[in-house]
T-cell receptor, first 110, second 115 residues
C-alpha cells in the first residue's frame, strides 16, 4: 500500500503570512495532484505535477514535485482568508486509482 | 454542465437498514469511484469502475456494493447499514489528463449517519 504523509495536519495563520505544506512518501508516483476542499463541498483540483523537479505556480500558490517523485510541497505567499480550506495531495501510479494524504487544514484569519 | 451529481445530500439510517447513494456524471467519463471521508482519515477509496460493466474494490470495500450498467451512473449500495458506515461519501469521475494523470471531478458529497 502506498502512503502519503501530509504535514502539518492543521495550520492557523494571520492574513499576509507565508506557509508551506508538505506531502511525503516512500513510494514513487507517476504524478501528484493537489486539491482544495471547502466545507460542505467536494475537493477541487488545483494542480497536477508530473516531472521530477517540476515547479508550477498558480497566482500566490507554488507547487513543487520532488526530484525523485516521492514528495511534493505547496507554498502559499501572503495568505488570504479565501485560502482557508482543506488541502489534499494525491498520488497516481497509473490510470485506475489515486492515493490521498490525510490533508492539511488551513485557517487564515483576517 | 452539471458535472458529478450525488443524491441524497443528507441521510439518516437505523442500523440494519439498506439504502443506495446515487451518483451521475454528464461528462462521458470512463472512470468513476466512491470515497468515504472521515475525520483524521482523509479520503479512502471504496469501489471504482473503469467503464460500464467493470467494477473493482478499493481500500475499504466491505459492507458496500456497486454496479455500473451505464457510463453515466455509479450507485453505491449499503445492504445492512452499521454505525461504522457513518461518514461523508464522495463520488468522483475522471478524464485522462494530457499526461495520463487520473484527474478527478468530485460531487458535493452525501452525509450519512447510521444510528
Amino acid at each position: 500500500t502506498q502512503l502519503l504523509e501530509q504535514s502539518p495536519q492543521f495550520l492557523s495563520i494571520q492574513e499576509g503570512e507565508n506557509l508551506t505544506v508538505y506531502c511525503n512518501s516512500s513510494s514513487v508516483f507517476s504524478s501528484l495532484q493537489w486539491y482544495r476542499q471547502e466545507p460542505g463541498e467536494g475537493p477541487v483540483l488545483l494542480v497536477t505535477v508530473v516531472t521530477g523537479g517540476e515547479v508550477k505556480k498558480l497566482k500566490r500558490l507554488t507547487f513543487q514535485f520532488g526530484d525523485a517523485r516521492k514528495d511534493s510541497s505547496l507554498h502559499i505567499t501572503a495568505a488570504q482568508p479565501g485560502d482557508t480550506g482543506l488541502y489534499l495531495c494525491a498520488g497516481s501510479s497509473g490510470y485506475s486509482t489515486l492515493t490521498f494524504g490525510k490533508g492539511t487544514m488551513l485557517l487564515v484569519s483576517p | 454542465n452539471a458535472g458529478v451529481t450525488q443524491t441524497p445530500k443528507f441521510q439518516v439510517l437505523k442500523t440494519g437498514q439498506s439504502m443506495t447513494l446515487q451518483c451521475a456524471q454528464d461528462m462521458n467519463h470512463e472512470y468513476m469511484s466512491w470515497y468515504r471521508q472521515d475525520p483524521g482519515m482523509g479520503l479512502r477509496l471504496i469501489h471504482y469502475s473503469v467503464g460500464a460493466g467493470i467494477t473493482d474494490q478499493g481500500e475499504v470495500p466491505n459492507g458496500y456494493n456497486v454496479s455500473r450498467s451505464t457510463t453515466e451512473d455509479f450507485p453505491l449500495r449499503l445492504l445492512s447499514a452499521a454505525p461504522s458506515q457513518t461518514s461523508v461519501y464522495f463520488c468522483a469521475s475522471s478524464r485522462r489528463g494530457g499526461t495520463g494523470a487520473n484527474v478527478l471531478t468530485f460531487g458535493a458529497g452525501s452525509r450519512l449517519t447510521v444510528l
